[in-house]
């Protein structure tokens, strides 16, 4: 039998399937009761009242949508990705896809910023006013 690692909890188990025998009888469990209390709801639930009212982690509602089994259409993201906007759960500031972007670009962006600190310092050569007008 393959050695598969679980997307959802990462532990490595005898199978075929995405998800080892555990999670994936959990988060079917959990996909059920959020869509049932998302259908119930007359207004858009946020991912914090869904994980709030069920007592479901919001690890398994967040992997619900990545995984389209949810659509946001029924979740009113109260977040948005600072980056490009895409809907997210509300104690994140970036998407995933953005995380990756961000955590890579934060070291170049850090040299940008000492190397222009350095350059502000220094004194700069005076700018000449404009003569000659008029
Ligand atoms: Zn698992
Ligand atoms: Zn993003």
């Known amino acids: 039998m393959p050695l ?29 009761r959020v869509k049932k209390f998302i259908y119930s709801s007359r207004t858009e639930v946020s991912i914090a009242e869904i994980t709030e009212a069920l007592n479901v982690p919001e690890k398994a509602v967040g992997f619900l949508i990545d995984k389209g089994r949810l659509t946001t259409e029924h979740i009113g993201m109260d977040n948005k990705c600072r980056l490009c906007g895409a809907p997210i759960p509300s104690n994140a500031t970036y998407c995933k896809d953005c995380v990756n972007i961000v955590n890579k670009d934060l070291g170049k962006f850090k040299n940008e910023m000492a190397e222009m600190k350095q350059t502000a310092a220094k004194p700069t050569k005076e700018i000449q006013p404009l003569r000659g007008l008029r």
């Open 4 to 32: 598969k690692q679980c997307t959802y909890c990462e532990e490595y188990f005898n199978g075929v399937t995405e998800l080892c025998p555990k999670c994936s009888k959990n988060l079917d469990e959990i996909f059920a």
